[in-house]
Each structure stands twice: as structure tokens, then as C-alpha cells.
């Protein structure tokens, strides 16, 4: 059964090495490539870092994130798991943006504040490429790694409406009980992600007696409702790994948290990581899990339905009411289509949410364009279609995209749905009116628009 299996999750950049170090996906190409490498060879879960292209160091921007995580949903069911955690030296606010505007299944998000002491890798390595890379390491002497538990709640607050679970990173055992602080008051529910971090200079040692006083630790707060992980930084990896996949836990590897793969030899790649720890796990007796398992066994939203339907049928997971509710017209364009609705969930294939535009010559009386955005949810697909009839003539243009990752972006091929004037202050030639609401089938809405006299000229150049 699932329950028993093992998760290997690979953290596929990170942030703390730097791009001279080692073979260290920096493009978004790279990242990709290494990702989908990680979920070929057997990891689960992929947890992602972006990188400025040019000079490797980390990018926080949701920007950044975009082009590998389109690769990666397009081409494989593995689990994505994007970073909270950033950069140390970036504020909140930058480290969750990324989670806030992708949604994705799993956040990482850190317990606890801590000294974060990357300077000894200057010891390791004198020569580097970029300058911000000696300098950042050595900025570590005096590096705190602010995780207050007013920013745990901010990223909480934040992101516990997109539905994503947590990677709960602990590198002590204060972690877990400021952890256990917020699953006491409610703000984070069972089961508990928890990635208990050992070897890094700051928080708790690799070992053996301290592995076992972390999972003991966290025995006695949570009972039943955690499921526990291991990373070693370092050379310390496989041992913990081992130490972990023995006593019934997951596993984490990944260049994020160590560049090796044995004494005095770089890995050359994630997969390589995953493949080791993988026969680890075998040899002990153990299975490892695929990523519909592991959603299974952490009760992640895609698992909301029958697990081997997840990645083909996404429930929508909204309230069940026939209340719909839209929000402020007056707003953002984004907020006039139908994402903020409040509508009936349904699991029906055709089931859709769409918006649409219908402008009209009143001169020449027979000629009308037409524009129109249609978001399928159950069948993963975002639709988007423009029309321009002349008397006996149409002229069709359609665009269709994988809705996923980009739920939450309006665009398909050339189309884009954005707003350039604020509604009430638009001064194109149509009249400022409300949209009136009117419910078909499946609660879905259209919102129909008065429009004034626009000439065949302004059509012609539309």
C-alpha cells in the first residue's frame, strides 16, 4: 500500500551553492531538464529554485519560474514543490510570492529563524566566475535567516487559500515546536509535511543520536499525524538518508543540499543522487512511491478524487454553493472574469467558466467581432477565440493551451486578456454601465456589455 512507500524528494538548485561550484542547473532550461531527470530516475516530489540565467545567483521573481515550470507540467506527473525559503537574505514578501502566484501542490515554508553559516565553503573553493558568489558566502558570518513567527504567518495567511500543502523545513527541535504552536491554533492541518534538516552550520548536527531525537521529538508533538523526511547537507546525505529510509521515513537529495555523490567525486547530475538513494531504499526492502502515491500519502489537492484520476480530472476544490458572487467590476479586468466566482463544483468534463465581448458596427449593421476566453477546468485546457463576421464572411481565430500551471493567467497564443484603462474611467466609446449577470447550466456566467457606436474603421483595425 502507499502509506508504506517511500517519498525521494530532489531539491533540484536551491539557492545556498553557487553556479562554480559544481554541475548546478542555472537556465531555466537546465532546471527543467534536471527536474524531469530527478522524476525519470524515481524522485516523486521536485522542489525548485530559480536562478538568474546570466550569472546563476537566486531569483525570486514568479517570472523566473515560469518557463521551467511550464516544461515540467507538460511533460511529467511529478509532484511540484516550489521554495518559500528563497534566498536568506531576501524578505518574505520576495520568498513567497512565487507559491502565491503559481499555486502549486506543495510550498516548502521554515519553521524558525537561525544563523545560516555558508562561509566555510570558501575554504573548499577559492576560484568563482561571478563576484556576488565569494561575497555572498562570505556575507554569512553575519547571516541570520529570519523566519519570525510573524513571517511563517504572513506566508500562511498567504497561501492557505491556493490549497497547497507544506514542506515543513526543521533544523532544530525549536522548528518543531513552533510548528506544533501553529498546528495547535489551526493554521496548518494533519498530515504534516515535516523535513527534518540535518548538517548544516546553524541548526542541528547529522548525527545518528540527533536524527533519532528529532524523530522522537516530533513523535511526542504530532503522534499519527506527520509524515516524516530526512536531507542531510553534505557529505552527510546518504547517511542520514539511509538512517531515515530504515526507520520507516522519506528521503530528500538534490544539489540543493549536496553536490556530491561519493568521497572526492561531484554528482554529475540530480538524477544520479536519486538513483543512489533509490537502491538504498530497495536494499533496504522498501518501495518507493510514485508522485500519485505521494499525493495519496500526504493528501495533496490533486488527490482530492481517486488518485489514478488526479492527474487527468481535477476537482475543483470551491465551496459547494449556488450563491454566485462576483466580485467589484470596478476592479481589475482579471476580477470581471469568472476565477473569483462562487459557483457549484462539478467533476462534468465540459464543465466551464467563460467570458466574452461582442462588439458591433451599428452603421454598416453587419459586421460584429467577437472575442472570447473560455477556462475548462476539468479538462485542463484554457480557450481563447476571436471572431469577425462581415455580412456573409466569417474570419475565425482560435488559440488553446494546457491550463496548467498558468490557471490564474488569461492568455492562449496571441490572445491576452489584460486591462489598460480602469473600468469606470475608459473613455473607448462604450458606455459605462454595470455588467449584468445571467447564470446558464453548470453556474457558470457570462457578462454581457452595452456598447456604443464604434465605427467599421476601429473594427478593421481590432
Known amino acids: 500500500m502507499a502509506p508504506d512507500k517511500v517519498i525521494i524528494s530532489c531539491a533540484i538548485t536551491g539557492s545556498i551553492h553557487t553556479p562554480s561550484m559544481s554541475h548546478l542547473p542555472v537556465t531555466a532550461a537546465e532546471i527543467a531538464a534536471s527536474a524531469l531527470g530527478a522524476a525519470e530516475a524515481g524522485a516523486a516530489i521536485v522542489h525548485l529554485h530559480a536562478r538568474d540565467p546570466v550569472d546563476g545567483r537566486p531569483d525570486q ?54 544563523n545560516f553559516g555558508l562561509f566555510p565553503m570558501l575554504k573548499r573553493y577559492t576560484s568563482f566566475k561571478h563576484g556576488w558568489e565569494p561575497a555572498m558566502l562570505e556575507a554569512s558570518h553575519d547571516l541570520v535567516f529570519r523566519n519570525s513567527f510573524k513571517d511563517i504567518r504572513y506566508a500562511l495567511d498567504t497561501l492557505n487559500g491556493t490549497g497547497a500543502r507544506y514542506e515543513f523545513e526543521c533544523y532544530d527541535t525549536s522548528h518543531l515546536h513552533n510548528l506544533n504552536y501553529f498546528w495547535r491554533k489551526g493554521l496548518v492541518q494533519a498530515p504534516l509535511f515535516i523535513q527534518t534538516c540535518f548538517g548544516l552550520l546553524g541548526g542541528i548536527g547529522p548525527h545518528p543520536e540527533e536524527v533519532l531525537h528529532m ?194 493567467q488569461i492568455f492562449a497564443g496571441p490572445f491576452s486578456v489584460t486591462l489598460s484603462i480602469h473600468y469606470k474611467r475608459c473613455g473607448c466609446g462604450w458606455r459605462r454601465t454595470r455588467p449584468t449577470l445571467n447564470t446558464i447550466s453548470h453556474g457558470t456566467a457570462r457578462l454581457h456589455r452595452r456598447w456604443k457606436a464604434i465605427t467599421s474603421r476601429s473594427i478593421a483595425d481590432a
Not at 65 to 90: A, C
Not at 91 to 97: F, G, T
Open 215 to 408: 524523530r522522537r521529538t516530533a513523535d511526542r508533538l504530532f503522534g499519527n499525524d506527520y509524515r516524516w523526511s530526512v536531507l542531510g547537507a553534505g557529505a552527510s546525505q546518504m547517511n542520514v538518508a539511509a538512517q531515515a529510509a530504515a526507520m520507516g521515513g522519506h528521503v530528500r537529495v538534490g544539489l540543493e543540499d549536496n553536490l556530491w555523490i561519493g568521497k572526492g567525486q561531484l554528482a554529475p547530475s540530480n538524477a544520479a543522487q536519486v538513483t543512489k538513494v533509490r537502491q538504498i531504499i530497495e536494499g533496504l526492502g522498501r518501495e518507493i512511491a510514485t508522485p500519485d502515491e505521494a499525493r495519496e500519502i500526504l493528501s495533496l489537492k490533486a488527490a482530492t478524487g481517486s488518485v489514478s484520476d488526479a492527474a487527468r480530472i481535477r476537482i475543483l476544490e470551491r465551496p459547494m454553493t449556488n450563491k454566485l458572487a462576483l466580485s467589484n467590476p470596478d476592479e481589475f479586468l482579471n476580477h470581471q472574469f469568472a476565477l473569483p466566482h462562487q459557483v457549484v463544483a462539478s467533476s462534468d468534463p465540459n464543465w466551464r467558466e467563460r467570458y466574452w465581448i461582442s462588439i458591433f458596427d451599428i452603421q454598416a449593421k453587419d459586421t460584429v467581432l467577437t472575442l472570447g476566453v473560455g477556462k475548462y477546468p476539468n479538462r485542463d485546457v484554457m480557450d481563447n477565440y476571436a471572431i469577425l463576421s462581415r455580412g456573409e464572411k466569417q474570419r475565425n481565430l482560435r488559440a488553446s493551451r494546457q491550463l496548467l500551471p498558468f490557471n490564474d
Open 61 to 114: 521573481r514568479p517570472e523566473a519560474f515560469e518557463p521551467f515550470l511550464r516544461v515540467i507540467k507538460q511533460s511529467s506527473n511529478v509532484v511540484v514543490n516550489l521554495t518559500t525559503g528563497g534566498s536568506p537574505y531576501m524578505s518574505v514578501e520576495e520568498r513567497v510570492k512565487p507559491a502565491a502566484v503559481w499555486k502549486p501542490e506543495v510550498a516548502s515554508l521554515n519553521m524558525g529563524s537561525m
